[in-house]
């Protein structure tokens, strides 16, 4: 009896110490994504709600490499501040020289197989009247209530309307975005204005909407445990969600 009792005690403190730690930071969130374009792909880009530094990454043949070498070693902190908004962001005239031909999204990891995953692609191609421009995109997920930035892209080249200029961004959500089917909201700018030219949302392409996601700090894994006799064994148990606690800490970080 004291056995059982010391079991759902320790899986009690275990199970509630979980769930604050998934819950307690859902007002800041952390993405890391690639961009490829033209068979080059970027270091791997960081975008985080509690960075507050301004300019944008450098441009995308910066850094880039070729073929299938996607992700380098070397990490580096995206330089734009995610960005949060109760509302997509109106365009302040409409404008004809830009626009977003088309998108998809493609899911990929589902660590739990829940049907949720954290990790998925997004293809966009951006067209313009100009020979070539140069342009930078914010990217949004919602559920409905708040829009928050996951990534905010380098510095791009397109082409007129080019179909092989289109920009393929891979992310993998960290923490901040739980469990739930999201919305994604392209928002295109000037590189060289910083104005909004051209938008794309679940209303005009259907790919962008329901889609299934989760941080990976949403993605549950079953870890079993068994205990021998004797009172160093009992107290192995209840320190269990210390040592869960600091592996959320390095997850996180």
Same mark, same amino acid.
């Given at each position: 009896?004291?056995?059982?009792?010391?079991?759902?005690?320790?899986?009690?403190?275990?199970?509630?110490?979980?769930?604050?730690?998934?819950?307690?930071?859902?007002?800041?969130?952390?993405?890391?994504?690639?961009?490829?374009?033209?068979?080059?792909?970027?270091?791997?880009?960081?975008?985080?709600?509690?960075?507050?530094?301004?300019?944008?990454?450098?441009?995308?043949?910066?850094?880039?490499?070729?073929?299938?070498?996607?992700?380098?070693?070397?990490?580096?902190?995206?330089?734009?501040?995610?960005?949060?908004?109760?509302?997509?962001?109106?365009?302040?005239?409409?404008?004809?020289?830009?626009?977003? +031909?088309?998108?998809?999204?493609?899911?990929?990891? =589902?660590?739990?197989? $829940?049907?949720?995953? *954290?990790?998925? #692609? /997004? @293809?966009?191609?951006?067209?313009?009247?100009?020979?070539?421009?140069?342009?930078?995109?914010?990217?949004?997920?919602?559920?409905?209530?708040?829009?928050?930035?996951?990534?905010?892209?380098?510095?791009?080249?397109?082409?007129?309307?080019?179909?092989?200029?289109?920009?393929?961004?891979?992310?993998?959500?960290?923490?901040?975005?739980?469990?739930?089917?999201?919305?994604?909201?392209?928002?295109?700018?000037?590189? +060289?204005?910083?104005?909004?030219?051209?938008?794309? =949302?679940?209303?005009? $392409?259907?790919?962008? *909407?329901?889609? #299934? /996601? @989760?941080?990976?700090?949403?993605?549950?894994?079953?870890?079993?445990?068994?205990?021998?006799?004797?009172?160093?064994?009992?107290?192995?148990?209840?320190?269990?969600?210390?040592?869960?606690?600091?592996?959320?800490?390095?997850?996180?970080?």
């Amino acid at each position: 009896m004291k056995k059982s009792a010391l079991i759902i005690l320790a899986s009690a403190i275990t199970s509630a110490v979980a769930s604050h730690s998934v819950y307690a930071n859902q007002d800041q969130w952390a993405a890391q994504s690639t961009e490829t374009q033209h068979g080059l792909t970027s270091n791997l880009l960081i975008k985080r709600s509690d960075v507050s530094t301004t300019g944008l990454a450098s441009a995308m043949d910066k850094g880039a490499v070729a073929g299938n070498n996607a992700q380098q070693k070397s990490k580096y902190l995206h330089q734009q501040a995610a960005r949060s908004t109760q509302q997509r962001t109106v365009m302040s005239h409409a404008n004809q020289d830009f626009w977003i +031909y088309d998108a998809s999204v493609t899911l990929r990891n =589902d660590l739990d197989y $829940d049907g949720y995953a *954290y990790r998925f #692609s /997004l @293809e966009f191609d951006a067209d313009t009247v100009y020979q070539r421009a140069e342009v930078y995109a914010r990217l949004y997920l919602t559920r409905g209530e708040l829009y928050k930035e996951f990534h905010t892209t380098s510095v791009f080249s397109i082409f007129g309307d080019d179909e092989g200029d289109s920009l393929v961004v891979d992310t993998e959500l960290l923490n901040g975005f739980p469990t739930g089917d999201y919305e994604m909201l392209i928002e295109l700018y000037d590189a +060289y204005s910083d104005e909004l030219v051209a938008t794309l =949302d679940s209303y005009d $392409d259907p790919d962008l *909407y329901l889609l #299934s /996601l @989760e941080s990976k700090n949403f993605e549950y894994t079953e870890t079993t445990v068994i205990v021998e006799g004797g009172s160093a064994g009992w107290l192995s148990l209840l320190l269990l969600p210390v040592l869960w606690l600091r592996n959320r800490a390095k997850l996180v970080a």
